[in-house]
């Protein structure tokens, strides 16, 4: 490209204009900044003046707070403060003692300030009113700046004693300007600067410059003291403003002119380059960042995934097919696999009588233990409700197994603290081996899941493995899960009566409740056949409200019968105990059936009494204020106190059948049987011994006074139809 001759001589034109314009704004620049650097002098020395005078008042304030505490200081006290302030601060002229009429009482110095004394300083109208609000209000007074009596321009300021009728004058303290002045300025300030101070707008005093001053430069700033405007005006001097100017506009202007083109052309480049190197970093970060959150989004999306956000154990469905996969390996590699479910024991009855966040508590409690044991090996998860799945790869034997059972025991052997209290719990597990117990992760689950029910009908806190034969028992019984449904809609239960004796007078007055089902195809079904099944499906409080019902019922069929005057005991589980509207139900069922509640009781085991001590009390307090008998069954087996038998309405205590069995050989259950009957009857209870089967236990309980007795030997549970004919023949009377 070739360029024109002139192309020269314009960029030189155009950077001697630029180097123009540059010096001509740098000028402007400089002024601004003289212009900045006194108004900054002008802040700085009001500051200083508003904090020094500020300092003076609040030691006036003082004066004036201790005159008012002390209304009988003595003259020459006050005169001795009023000379360690003056040494203090050494810009008052004096400090005066003015008594409510506004006449200067006392003075300090009286060298120089004779005139002052008894001098009215309320001298004309304006003053009066100020100095009369300031008495009034409590509030500073400033005179502004004034002649002087004792000679000079100054200012007054009056603090005054109290305020409106308790006020007791004030202090002044009194400032010579010139003294003020010189006291606030430095030697440098009055060197360099021409001060005026303004009052109200006007100038009221002024110190001149000590040389030539710049009059187009200058700078007003106002000064905030309390009722008094005042503004403090500065003007430099030619040797200050001299100082502050610099050699730059010039220099700036040559080196622009020489180096113009250089540094233009420099410059231009190097911000192309900068600005092209900016863009490519910015688009890298924003990509980077975008990658980052992609990924934290994948990875939060297969965390939630695979976890569950409770116990952040793996979940359920990241379990099994974890599961699958362990299998094929397994299968490869000619090896076996253990699954173990766990079912935390009593768990329902915990989380029912202290709330789910209690029991969710518990939950991750039991996860952290648990969770300890996971290695390259074991794998534990959450499955959900109280349940939990354990995979054990690389199993050599049984014993392999056997060991983590005791491992995974271990972890309960220690109570949980849950929101402040310590509570013990046990395990149920059931086992199934890959690949003896199934082929594939369903079918080795489900034969886990048997084996579990099969270890809780053991009763509880043990462990089963899976076995052939299970599988036609488990059918069984999902068959029987499904005809509860049926049997509640056909009203295919019904009650049977077991009668409970009165040893002292061989009479019937009670009998105990117990349901029965009558199946369509499987006849009569036994209570420990279905109950667990409708306590785990959460059916049992349907199934209790119908026994209420039923019992309230017959009892209105004896009405004007034989048996009018028998009572009957129902068992209630801890869920019923838990809902909220139970004593209005039985309360409705009462009186729908025309039944005195002293004919109705209600059985509930010693585990149910203790699971919510709190919520219980109230509970039961209610049923008991209805009139309802309360009794506790199968007293003595494992949470005895003696602490709730004081605390809760207790009627009956029923003494497990485990202690009558052997009452008549063992001598420790003939002694706890005696100590709960003096224990019950020290308390105003009555008893019942449960599981009488022979003539011996029945002849013991009458030796130590046992007040009922229930059992197969005085008759086993029969319907209510045979009842009748059973109290007539007076069978139960004959095996007294």
Request: aromatic share 8%.
């Amino acid at each position: 490209m070739i360029m024109s001759p002139v192309f020269p001589a314009l960029i030189l034109l155009v950077f001697l204009g630029l180097a123009t314009g540059l010096k001509s704004g740098l000028d402007r620049e400089e002024q601004v900044q003289l212009q900045q650097n006194l108004e900054n002098e002008a802040r700085a020395l009001t500051r200083d003046l508003e904090q020094d005078f500020l300092n003076h008042v609040i030691a006036l304030r003082r004066m004036a707070q201790r005159r008012e505490a002390q209304p009988d200081l003595p003259i020459e006290t006050w005169r001795e403060d009023a000379r360690h302030y003056l040494e203090d601060f050494r810009t008052f002229q004096a400090i005066e003692w003015i008594d409510r009429d506004f006449y200067v009482r006392w003075i300090e110095p009286m060298d120089g300030n004779l005139d002052v004394q008894d001098y009215y300083v309320a001298f004309s109208s304006d003053r009066h009113a100020n100095l009369k609000e300031s008495a009034q209000t409590g509030r500073l007074d400033i005179s502004g700046v004034i002649e002087l009596k004792q000679g000079g321009t100054g200012l007054v300021v009056y603090a005054p004693i109290g305020s409106g009728d308790d006020n007791n004058g004030f202090i002044a303290g009194v400032f010579r300007m010139d003294q003020l002045a010189a006291a606030l300025l430095t030697p440098r300030v009055l060197e360099n600067f021409r001060i005026d101070i303004l009052e109200n707008g006007e100038q009221a005093f002024g110190l001149p410059a000590r040389s030539g001053k710049m009059e187009q430069f200058s700078y007003t700033h106002a000064v905030n003291l309390p009722s008094i405007d005042w503004a403090l005006t500065i003007t430099p001097t030619v040797n200050w403003a001299d100082r502050h100017r610099s050699i730059w506009p010039r220099a700036t202007f040559f080196s622009v002119l020489v180096l113009g083109i250089l540094a233009s052309l420099t410059t231009l480049l190097v911000q192309l380059i900068l600005r092209r190197n900016q863009d490519l970093l910015r688009t890298r970060q924003e990509l980077d960042e975008e990658i980052d959150q992609r990924m934290a989004v994948q990875q939060d999306l297969a965390r939630l995934e695979s976890t569950d956000t409770l116990t952040g154990l793996a979940n359920r469905r990241f379990f099994m097919e974890d599961l699958e996969h362990t299998l094929n390996q397994a299968d490869r590699q000619l090896r076996q696999v253990a699954l173990i479910m766990i079912d935390l024991d009593r768990f329902q009855t915990l989380n029912d009588s202290k709330g789910h966040q209690f029991g969710d508590e518990l939950l991750i409690r039991v996860s952290e233990r648990l969770n300890e044991l996971s290695n390259e090996r074991i794998m534990v998860a959450y499955s959900g409700g109280d349940e939990f799945m354990i995979c054990q790869q690389h199993v050599d034997g049984l014993e392999d197994v056997i060991h983590l059972l005791g491992l995974l025991k271990g972890c309960f052997a220690q109570p949980f603290e849950v929101q402040g209290e310590r509570h013990s719990i046990t395990a149920t597990m059931g086992v199934a081996i890959y690949p003896q117990s199934g082929l594939d992760a369903d079918i080795l689950l489900r034969n886990a899941d048997i084996a579990l029910y099969r270890a809780k009908e053991q009763g509880r806190n043990t462990y089963r493995f899976y076995t052939e034969g299970m599988q036609d028992r488990e059918v069984r019984r999902l068959e029987l899960d499904r005809d509860l449904d049926e049997a509640l809609a056909k009203n295919q239960f019904t009650l049977y009566y077991q009668p409970q004796l009165a040893l002292a007078t061989g009479l019937t007055g009670s009998v105990e409740a117990l349901i029965r089902w009558h199946h369509p195809q499987k006849g009569l079904v036994p209570p420990l056949d279905f109950i667990p099944l409708a306590e785990e499906s959460g059916r049992i409080t349907e199934i209790g409200r119908w026994v209420i019902q039923a019992a309230c019922q017959q009892l209105q069929e004896w009405q004007d019968s034989p048996l009018a005057g028998l009572r009957i005991a129902i068992n209630l589980s801890g869920r019923e105990l838990g809902e909220a509207d139970l004593v209005d139900y039985i309360a409705s069922c009462l009186t729908r059936f025309n039944v005195t509640p002293e004919q109705l009781e209600v059985e509930l085991t010693e585990e149910i009494f203790i699971a919510n001590i709190e919520r219980n009390r109230e509970q039961l307090a209610r049923i008991r204020k209805l009139g309802v008998h309360l009794a506790i069954d199968d007293f003595g087996v494992g949470y005895s106190s003696l602490a709730y038998l004081r605390d809760f309405p207790v009627d009956l205590l029923k003494i497990d059948r485990s202690f009558i069995t052997d009452v008549t050989k063992r001598h420790d259950d003939a002694v706890i049987t005696r100590a709960i009957i003096n224990l019950a009857h020290n308390l105003g209870i009555q008893v019942v011994a449960e599981g009488v089967e022979t003539e011996a236990q029945l002849q013991f309980l009458k030796d130590h006074h046992c007040d009922l007795a229930q059992g197969y030997l005085l008759s086993k549970p029969i319907p209510a139809s045979e009842l009748p004919a059973l109290l007539t023949r007076g069978l139960l009377t004959e095996k007294l």
